[in-house]
């Protein structure tokens, strides 16, 4: 059975910082590009940061860049976003996702439904 299990969410205050986790299993973690998104209240999902498979690139919303990193461990199957100097606005539940597709661009994949597998999600919370 396929699955991805996030963790680390919680509470926080502003200028603070989260290290999320996404476990995975039931696939062969190396071939899969692994990405994070958000959702906030009453918005639509949106795209966090990805890293790919073979060259490891990683890219990343404009809005978190410089203060979130996201990681891949394959020993561990386990993918990690790493984020500092959170803000409120950066308050949402956090998804992880996988996609085994390969694009050219790595724009390509902010696209939601390019990815087949998804966690559960885990809460995250920055206050004022």
């Known amino acids: 059975q396929v699955q991805l299990v996030e963790s680390g969410g919680g509470l926080v205050q502003a200028g603070g910082s989260l290290r999320l986790s996404c476990a995975a299993s039931g696939l062969t973690f190396t071939t899969y590009n692994m990405g994070w998104f958000r959702q906030a209240p009453g918005k639509e999902r949106e795209f966090v940061a990805v890293?790919?498979?073979?060259?490891?690139?990683?890219y990343y919303t404009d809005s978190v860049k410089g203060r979130f990193t996201i990681s891949k461990d394959n020993a561990k199957n386990t993918v990690y976003l790493r984020m500092n100097r959170l803000e409120p606005e950066d308050t949402a539940v956090y998804y992880c996702?996988?996609?085994?597709?390969?694009?050219?661009?790595?724009?390509?994949?902010?696209?939601?439904?390019?990815?087949?597998?998804w966690g559960q999600g885990t809460q995250v919370t920055v206050s004022a």
């Open positions: 890293v790919r498979s073979g060259t490891r690139n990683s």
């Open positions: 996702a996988a996609t085994q597709r390969e694009y050219y661009f790595d724009s390509a994949y902010a696209d939601s439904n390019r990815y087949a597998v």
